[in-house]
């Protein structure tokens, strides 16, 4: 029997989308940003065949879409082409465009077929199959939060929450899971949801957050974990382009409101062996009343030990370590626990075929496949050297002393820089890039000026 051509997947979309004319090809870099072109009609079945070549330095730009030039990629080494290749299954028509419009999630290879070493789905991959050759496959859904920001206010340098095109009501007080908020934007998610449905995106729910005009976003689970990401990236980037249309920002930014609680990104994760059975899954642990297998107490160790060393990751910008407040439900420790949102690793309520991890140390601003990557490495990192966690906390985790969290960017990469364990997994080159680029983003960062420096010590210094 003959194989099917390789272009059958574009052959078919095209003939069922005869409308449409053109396609965004997405890249997702460092910091998940999609990035890429946009390809005409004629062009899309190139990525299903030789490629569609585009600089390789795109996965190892900073936050502002700049070359680095300390990491040795870009204008220092020429900055070469690679070949874009499609994910399959990722080719989907979108609904935001005035024009019909497609786009599909692509990965870099070189002339030989090889994928790129700092490209994020790569990385995680290669994590992946590290539990893969254990015999086991991890279970991954992943919870966004966001704020909708008023556009044309934002355009005049005010930041607030966007006031409802329906009832002209601007949120101002914390309706955690309240419905009033859903409705003032129930056209907006109304097509947010009919987006997904258009793209097979698995969004289950939407809730009203801990602040005005924040809300949260869960993505059902999968037993593969670089689809789940490719999920969560194309749902970020839906929400984002939903909101456009609707003239309102959603921004995943950690922290736009310092009085506000900040925006996370929660992996939830579970392992299940080769008869699918949940490993994590075992005798009940009195103290936070959840069944807990040895198997989960290595892998929470895994992912304590490895915690500071891999927040460069989870929290990857300036802002994002304003998140890290006590008070604000966000962690400040490497704690865990069962149902308990103070905690940095916290065990939901569940049966034993849905026990998992929580892990809500990220950042909604966070590239969610090296978020993801560095959850895996931490769970492998303890099962393999069946590490053992310590006891679990009850009660506030903040008033309970521990290992702080790294609260500031620089120390944060220092202990990124220090690193024993991750580069293990995401690639020893990988950390030194990624290192390299958030350092340089940081000194740029902090070579200007705040507003404040002036009140404070203009007139006093």
């Given at each position: 029997?003959?194989?099917?051509?390789?272009t059958?997947?574009?052959?078919?979309?095209?003939?069922?989308?005869?409308?449409?004319?053109?396609?965004?090809?997405?890249?997702?870099?460092?910091?998940?940003?999609l990035r890429?072109?946009?390809l005409?009609?004629?062009?899309?079945?190139?990525?299903?065949?030789?490629?569609?070549?585009?600089?390789?330095?795109?996965?190892?730009?900073?936050?502002?879409?700049?070359s680095?030039?300390?990491?040795?990629?870009g204008?220092?080494?020429?900055?070469p082409?690679?070949?874009?290749?499609?994910?399959?299954?990722?080719?989907k028509?979108?609904?935001?465009?005035?024009?019909?419009?497609?786009?599909?999630?692509?990965?870099?290879?070189?002339?030989?077929?090889?994928?790129?070493?700092?490209?994020?789905?790569?990385?995680?991959?290669?994590?992946?199959?590290?539990?893969?050759?254990?015999?086991?496959?991890?279970?991954?859904?992943?919870?966004?939060?966001?704020?909708?920001?008023?556009?044309?206010?934002?355009?005049?340098?005010?930041?607030?929450?966007?006031?409802?095109?329906?009832?002209?009501?601007?949120?101002?007080?914390?309706?955690?899971?309240?419905?009033?908020?859903?409705a003032?934007?129930?056209?907006?998610?109304?097509?947010?949801?009919?987006?997904?449905?258009?793209?097979?995106?698995?969004?289950e729910?939407?809730?009203?957050?801990?602040?005005?005009?924040?809300?949260?976003?869960n993505?059902?689970?999968?037993?593969?974990?670089?689809?789940a990401c490719?999920?969560?990236?194309?749902?970020?980037?839906?929400?984002?382009?939903v909101?456009?249309a609707?003239?309102?920002?959603?921004?995943?930014?950690?922290k736009?409101?310092?009085?506000?609680?900040?925006?996370?990104?929660?992996?939830?994760?579970?392992?299940?062996d080769?008869e699918?059975?949940?490993?994590?899954?075992?005798?009940?642990?009195?103290?936070?009343?959840?069944?807990?297998?040895?198997?989960?107490?290595?892998?929470?160790?895994?992912?304590v030990d490895?915690?500071?060393?891999?927040?460069?990751?989870?929290?990857?910008?300036?802002n994002s370590?304003?998140?890290?407040?006590?008070?604000?439900?966000?962690?400040?420790?490497?704690?865990?626990g069962?149902?308990?949102?103070?905690?940095?690793?916290?065990?939901?309520?569940?049966?034993?075929?849905?026990?998992?991890?929580?892990?809500?140390a990220?950042?909604?601003?966070?590239?969610?496949?090296?978020?993801?990557?560095?959850?895996?490495?931490?769970?492998?990192?303890?099962?393999a050297?069946?590490?053992?966690?310590?006891?679990?906390?009850?009660?506030d985790?903040?008033?309970?002393?521990?290992?702080?969290l790294?609260?500031?960017?620089?120390?944060?990469?220092d202990?990124?820089?220090?690193?024993?364990?991750l580069?293990?997994?995401?690639?020893?080159?990988?950390?030194?890039?990624?290192?390299?680029?958030?350092?340089?983003?940081?000194e740029?960062?902090?070579?200007?000026?705040?507003?404040?420096?002036?009140?404070?010590?203009?007139?006093?210094?």
């Open positions: 029997m003959n194989p099917q051509p390789i059958q997947e574009v052959d078919a979309f095209l003939d069922d989308n005869p409308d449409v004319t053109v396609a965004d090809m997405l890249v997702p870099d460092m910091s998940g940003i890429g072109k946009q005409v009609r004629s062009v899309m079945p190139k990525l299903y065949t030789e490629g569609v070549r585009l600089p390789a330095s795109n996965y190892l730009l900073d936050w502002t879409g700049q680095v030039p300390p990491i040795g990629y204008t220092i080494d020429g900055d082409d690679w070949y874009c290749k499609a994910v399959p299954g990722t080719l028509r979108v609904p935001w465009s005035r024009r019909p419009s497609a786009q599909v999630l692509t990965s870099m290879e070189d002339e030989n077929g090889n994928p790129h070493f700092a490209d994020p789905r790569h990385i995680l991959a290669q994590v992946q199959r590290r539990l893969h050759d254990m015999g086991l496959r991890a279970v991954v859904a992943i919870e966004y939060e966001f704020y909708l920001i008023d556009q044309e206010a934002a355009a005049r340098g005010e930041i607030m929450p966007a006031r409802s095109p329906s009832s002209g009501w601007r949120p101002s007080i914390t309706n955690v899971y309240g419905h009033d908020d859903l003032d934007f129930s056209e907006l998610f109304d097509d947010i949801h009919e987006a997904c449905e258009l793209q097979d995106l698995p969004a729910t939407f809730v009203v957050e801990y602040a005005p005009g924040q809300f949260e976003i993505i059902l689970h999968t037993d593969d974990a670089v689809h490719d999920n969560a990236i194309l749902l970020e980037r839906c929400i984002r382009e909101s456009r609707h003239g309102v920002i959603a921004t995943f930014m950690a736009p409101f310092i009085e506000q609680t900040g925006s996370g990104l929660h992996v939830h994760v579970s392992l299940i080769e699918g059975n949940n490993v994590f899954a075992g005798p009940m642990d009195p103290t936070i009343n959840r069944p807990i297998s040895g198997t989960m107490r290595n892998a929470i160790a895994g992912v490895t915690l500071p060393e891999a927040m460069a990751i989870f929290a990857p910008n300036a370590y304003r998140r890290l407040m006590p008070g604000a439900y966000a962690p400040v420790n490497t704690h865990w069962g149902d308990n949102r103070t905690l940095c690793i916290r065990i939901p309520p569940s049966d034993e075929k849905a026990i998992r991890i929580e892990h809500r990220s950042g909604a601003d966070a590239n969610p496949y090296l978020v993801t990557a560095a959850v895996l490495a931490g769970i492998h990192h303890g099962i050297n069946e590490l053992t966690p310590p006891p679990p906390v009850v009660g985790a903040v008033e309970v002393a521990g290992i702080a790294p609260s500031r960017w620089e120390s944060a990469l202990k990124f820089a220090a690193s024993t364990v580069p293990e997994y995401l690639g020893a080159e990988y950390c030194k890039c990624y290192h390299g680029a958030r350092a340089h983003e940081a740029k960062f902090h070579a200007h000026i705040d507003p404040l420096e002036y009140q404070w010590y203009l007139r006093t210094s």
